[in-house]
């Protein structure tokens, strides 16, 4: 199976900047883990795209958290993106399923119509930034705002997922379209005229490969500045479980030692499960008393 690749180019004689996403992998390992149903597969697969794109946009140790908390049926919507192309997200209710009166998904039910989208970026710096947006219920146009809102960028964003019969993504991608400080009304004006060829992005993936769409939107106006693989991947481990677990102290693991003789932890962001046996919190129980926890 191709890999999933989010590529960085210059447009339109270098006055925008695209970020461009086939991410279909990623969205199958999020249903695969987090057992999601088509509508949590949209909006969760929607948000991962959006963090593997604007993870895009860091550099070196660089993070954002994208957080997606609405009225709708879905809860929360949390995702975790870094510049290496790494996102992992989790939905507070994977079985959710809205179909619209075309048949296709129906995201608006799913997310609510009111609410905040919030992204934290970690620039390891002192503090975060945090900056946040009233929702819609249409992520698309939603972050379009984002962008203009609160990083002073004129952006075209549209994204898409098909999910099929049997549950399974069969494609999902993105575009973001940033406008720079040297475009003239000029390229504006070609943007917009183009933006009808972005509204069914999904359709679009599947007839073309990206770089493809760079040239049904560009001509030949185009340079490719990166390419990168992206993918679902949580940081999580037993080891990390641990230390969280260590912080619970010695008299409390000793309590749950005697009372239910195993822990069973679980990564919100990958579902994964950590067990610990009796040997296994005895030696945490040693080193907590031994930190003076
Ligand atoms: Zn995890």
Not at 137 to 147: C, E, K, P, R, V
Not at 191 to 205: G, Q, R, V
Not at 220 to 231: A, K, M, T
Request: include cysteine.
């Amino acid at each position: 199976m191709n890999k999933d690749t989010c590529i960085k180019a210059l447009a339109l004689n270098e006055t925008v900047r695209v970020y461009l996403l086939k991410n279909t992998n990623t969205v199958n390992t999020a249903i695969e883990k987090h057992n999601l149903w088509p509508s949590s597969t949209s909006v969760l697969g929607k948000a991962l795209s959006m963090g593997q794109m604007m993870g895009h946009m860091l550099k070196g140790e660089e993070a954002l958290t994208i957080k997606i908390a609405g009225n709708g049926y879905l809860g929360k919507v949390i995702v975790d993106a870094n510049a290496k192309g790494e996102v992992r997200g989790y939905v507070d209710n994977p079985n959710v399923n809205f179909v619209n009166n075309t048949g296709g998904l129906n995201d608006l039910y799913a997310i609510g119509n009111e609410g905040l989208i919030e992204v934290i970026k970690d620039l390891k710096m002192k503090d975060l930034f945090t900056s946040s947006i009233e929702l819609t219920g249409n992520l698309a146009s939603d972050f379009t705002y984002y962008f203009y809102e609160s990083e002073q960028t004129p952006s075209l964003v549209s994204l898409g997922i098909l999910v099929g019969e049997d549950n399974k993504c069969i494609i999902s991608g993105g575009i973001i379209i940033q406008v720079l400080p040297n475009a003239t009304d000029k390229e504006i004006t070609t943007i917009e005229e183009k933006a009808s060829l972005l509204s069914n992005f999904s359709e679009l993936l599947q007839i073309a490969s990206l770089e493809d769409i760079l040239h049904i939107l560009f001509n030949d106006d185009y340079q490719i500045l990166d390419e990168v693989n992206v993918s679902f991947k949580c940081s999580c481990s037993k080891e990390s479980f641990s230390r969280s677990l260590l912080t619970l102290g010695s008299k409390t693991l000793k309590e749950i030692l005697d009372e239910d003789h195993h822990i069973e932890t679980r990564c919100y962001y990958c579902n994964d499960k950590y067990d610990f046996n009796e040997e296994e919190i005895t030696l945490l129980i040693n080193e907590a008393a031994s930190q003076g926890k």
